[in-house]
T-cell receptor
């Protein structure tokens, strides 16, 4: 089945540690996105990539980094510089020019 | 900058009844797209319906329809014959037709409760 997978579903991290969230898609989509969701708020864009080996900062990129070495994969690293990393993280993808984005199941990150 | 506002944090509807969720947005652009996404307890975002700003006709998808008022910058979602499975968070989202990032700008969401 075509879709977007994110792993792990739950992730716990100690303060000061970097952690990487995985996002993989087999939809042959060119564009991929990372959003952050906090309680009582909508999603906010962290980073996006429209082509392999290229990515752009979104609205809240500080403390995060990404890579796009393969079309199918867009991992997100939450660094120790991110002051408040506990949140729900959603990955999305779309075809170039496609109006809507399709979302993965998300990863819940908790910093202990 | 564009903004999306959902002024109803929570709504409740009786099963089989109709409910309308409100959304307003602010933009100076003429080319854009609007979406309603559903987020059930599993937390996966599911596209419910979309509307192109250039289309005057309101979009419909089975029991879901929108009331798109471009001049008023209003985009409400009507759910007819509500079912227990409709209980979820609903997010209104905006996408510019001119911004090459194609990013979505979301409202804060409305929690829909369905009473059996």
């Amino acid at each position: 089945d075509g879709g977007i997978t994110q792993s792990p579903k739950y992730l716990f991290r100690k303060e000061g540690q970097n952690v990487t969230l995985s996002c993989e898609q087999n939809l042959n989509h060119d564009a991929m996105y990372w959003y952050r969701q906090d309680p009582g708020q909508g999603l906010r864009l962290i980073y996006y990539s429209q082509i392999v080996n290229d990515f752009q900062k979104g609205d809240i990129a500080e403390g995060y980094s990404v890579s796009r070495e393969k079309k199918e994969s867009f991992p997100l690293t939450v660094t120790s510089a991110q002051k408040n990393p506990t949140a729900f993280y959603l990955c999305a993808s779309s075809r170039t020019g496609q109006r809507e984005q399709f979302f993965g199941p998300g990863t819940r990150l908790t910093v202990l | 900058a564009q903004t999306v506002t959902q002024s109803q944090p929570e709504m409740s509807v009786q099963e089989a009844e109709t409910v309308t969720l409100s959304c307003t947005y602010d933009t100076s652009e003429s080319d854009y797209y609007l979406f309603w996404y559903k987020q059930p307890p599993s937390r996966q975002m599911i596209l419910v319906i979309r509307q192109e700003a250039y289309k005057q006709q309101n979009a419909t998808e089975n029991r879901f329809s929108v009331n798109f008022q471009k001049a008023a910058k209003s985009f409400s979602l009507k759910i007819s014959d509500s079912q227990l499975g409709d209980a979820a968070m609903y997010f209104c989202a905006y996408r510019s037709g001119m911004d090459s990032s194609y990013k979505l700008i979301f409202g804060s969401g409305t929690r829909l409760l369905v009473r059996p």
